[in-house]
């Protein structure tokens, strides 16, 4: 095997690939924002909500997202600071989004964990902080909105250990909060970075440095102010966790900064410390064991996300993956291990929101987006590799919800087919049909409820399809381990339903949990399964 080359090697190194994380309302699109101002590639930044710049955010890019101001698909941004080369993946914050957020963190190799200085710990952080300690991925601590009035800082510290089951290790420590936010104390210099305005944040501002001791801060931070600083930093010297670059690798440890994204303050700080933090892409699994960008000189790489229609003069799809090994060139023919045949990668581009650029070369860690005719799924593997291999697969998540679509217009039956298996390839849906029965009647599962609306919204814009949505009763659904299991054959409850989904598995849906167990006593070898594999 021939060695990767040397400027491969540098290229790779310099690749910084982290998805954002957090609630709701945390602030995430606008820290996201923030980055790309430091990083120049935007020289104003507009807040999500449009009131105070109107204009809306660069990393939200559908309509829906921009009448209602949250994001509802992940957007990957791209763009150069400090010497690195940095993707950043936008997840959606809303809980009804989550799985969209889940395949996201696969593509990620680090994690950012927005928290808003007032709430804390919120229920959405907890569930997608779980991912990440599954995937034992470092995660790093952003406190935003302490231009608010915020909680303690020690009990947001204790919040986060308690809620997440993490240690923390503040990088630097908050002056006040509100009106009365001062700046940041940076715990290893022992200086204090003062906070000024950057009229409301479109401009990135100047932050003046001054030493603790020195005099002359008492012109910015009140006696009160330095003598609660200094009494804080000395509890938690002596009681905190101290830094530990390798449990942070590990995931054990998170580093924790204070600042506000909206104003500016604090976000250089991070971005500076956060890059020195993390790590060049690691190794990713397959099933032939561990393959490592340091060492493969072959281009691999996973689809992580199917986008359609982002560009609504061409109705395109766009199959997002993640580079894991070597070089990436425009028009290069890759082998499809899943399809089982050659394919060109077609007008690869890297995105910025809804522009794009079109690229020539790519490298292990970017993240870039081919054209797709419609053969690519969700976790398939592409490689230039003469041997074949596949990297472990995205799980599909059970949807809780579950509705009969039917649309208006019989006439439109073409538009339909075609629109809710395009929305269903991208993940944002699954799609059933009765068992028996062809496309006729189509039942949606999504894990959120708000996904309904995304689909009705998606299929009168995009494909001019009205329909209308029946819910359903059902709550849990199972797929067959065994395929070739007689469904006729099968005994359940009254409260049962037979499906298939578009890989003609057969699936069951039922009403209550104790009709799962019933079920499976009633017979005899079968078995029921949470995940589809």
Known sequence: MSQITDEIKNQIKKRRTFAIISHPDAGKTTLTEKFLLYG??????????????????????????????????????????????????????????????????????????????????????????KVCTMRHIPIFTFINKMDREAMDTFELLDDIENELGIATCPVNWPIGSGKEFKGVYDRETKKVELFSDTHKGTTQGEVRKIAADDPAIKEWVTDAQLAQLMEEIELQDGAGAVFDQEQVSKGELSPVFFGSALTNFGVE??????????????????????????????????????????????????????????EFEAGMDVFHVQGGRKVRLSQPQQMMASERKMIEKAYGGDIIGVFDPGIFSIGDTLT?????????????????????????????????????????????????????????????????????????????????????????????????????????????TSDMKKVKDLKDRPLLLFVNEWSIRMTVERNEGLVLAEFAR
């Open 40 to 129: 120049g590639a935007i020289n104003l930044a507009g807040s999500v909500k449009g009131k105070a710049t109107a204009r809306h955010a660069v990393s939200d890019w559908m309509e829906i997202e921009k009448e209602r101001g949250i994001s509802v698909t992940s957007s990957v941004l791209q763009f150069n600071y400090g010497g690195y080369c940095i993707n950043i993946l936008d997840t959606p914050g809303h809980q009804d989004f989550s799985e969209d957020t889940y395949r996201t963190l696969m593509a990620a190799d680090s994690a950012v964990m927005v928290i808003d200085a007032s709430k804390g710990v919120e229920a959405q952080t907890r569930k997608l902080f």
């Open 384 to 492: 230039a590799s003469a041997e074949h291999f596949a990297y472990e697969g995205i799980p599909t998540f059970a949807p809780e919800h579950f509705a009969r679509v039917r649309q208006v217009d019989t006439m439109k039956r073409k538009q339909f087919i075609k629109g809710i298996n395009q929305i269903a390839q991208e993940g944002a849906i699954q799609i059933f049909q009765e068992f028996n029965t062809g496309m006729e009647e189509i039942i949606v599962g999504v894990v959120g409820v708000l996904q309904f609306d995304v689909l009705k919204y998606r299929l009168e814009n995009e494909y001019n399809v009205e329909i209308r949505l029946d819910s359903l009763p059902y709550e849990y659904i199972r797929w067959i381990e065994h395929t070739e299991t007689d469904l006729d054959k099968l005994t359940g």
């Open 269 to 326: 700080t991070f971005l500076k410390h956060f890059l020195t933090m993390t790590t060049p892409p690691l190794p990713r699994i397959s099933d032939k064991g561990a393959v490592n960008p340091m060492e493969e000189k072959d281009f691999s790489a996973f689809v992580f996300k199917i986008q359609a229609n982002m560009n609504k003069a061409h109705r395109d799809r766009i199959a997002f993956m993640r580079i894991c090994s070597g």
